[in-house]
C-alpha cells in the first residue's frame, strides 16, 4: 500500500478536529485518521489496558499505512501509553496532552479548570504537568465520560439546543469554582468548543492544544526523509480518510459518515 505521511489516532471522533487544523496549515500533506472504536472509551479504562489497547491498534495501524509520522490526537491515550508506544515502534511520536502550560500564561486569577477523561484527570502525568508548568495555581478537575460519551455517539445529530445543553453541567461547575481559564484536555471537546465559549461567556478563556500539536506535527514531518515512492498519483487511500476499528451500531455509523460529509473528508469505514 501507498505511504501515508500522517497518521491520526484516537478513541473514537475527537482527534477530527486536530488533522483537520493540520490540514488547514499543510493541505498537501496525506493524512489517514483511525478511531479505535472498538475500545471506546479510553478514558473509563485502567492503565494497563489503555497501554494494550493503544498498542496493539497502533501496531496495526502502523502495518497498515507505514506511517511517517503519528500523532496521538488523544489525552488520555498519550498520558498513558505515550511513552511506552515510543518504546515499541520505530517511527516519531507527536501526544497531545493537557495544554495546562498555556493555560498558566493565560490566567489572571490563578484558578484553572481542567476537563478531561477520568483517566487523564487521575494520571499522574497530569499531575507532573501541574507541578511543573502551574505550581502557583489551583487547578479545578472534572472527568465527564458522560459528554464524551454524548459527543462520541450523538454529536452530529445533535441540534443546537441539545449541544448547548450538553456542556452546561461542565459549565456550570467550572463557573461554580469560579476558575478564569479552562483546558479542553480531552480531544472529543473540540467537537464543541463554539458551544463552551459562548456558555462560558466572555469570562472564562477556553484553551486546546491543536495549533501546538498540528506544528509539532508538521515540524517533525519537515525533519524525516523525504519519501521517494511518495507520489499523489497513485493512490490506494486518498489524501485524507477516516477508518475505524469497529462499527457496533447503524447510529455509529451514520455519525461517522455525517461528520466526514460535513467536513468532506472521504470515509474509509473498517481498518483493514
Ligand atoms: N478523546 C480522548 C481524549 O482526548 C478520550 C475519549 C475516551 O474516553 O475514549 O482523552
Redesign the pocket.
Known sequence: MDRIQILFL???T??LPYMLRLKELAPEVRCVYIGDTAN?????KTLAQIECMARETTERAIKCFNPQIVVVA????SVAALKSLRASFDVPFVG?VPAIKLAAKSTQNKKIGLL??RH?IEDPYTEDLISQFAPDCKVYKRGD?EL?SFIEHHLFTASADERLAAVAPAVEFFKTCGVDTVVL????FLHLFSEFETAFGKSINVIDSREGVAKQALRLLSESPKLEDFSREIKDVPDMGVYVTSLKTASDEFEYKNWCRLSNVPFMGLLP
Open positions: 484516537d478513541s473514537g475527537g482527534g471506546f472509551p479510553y478514558g473509563e488523544c489525552n488520555t491515550m497531545t478531561a477523561t487523564t465520560g464524551i484536555a480531552c480531544t472529543h
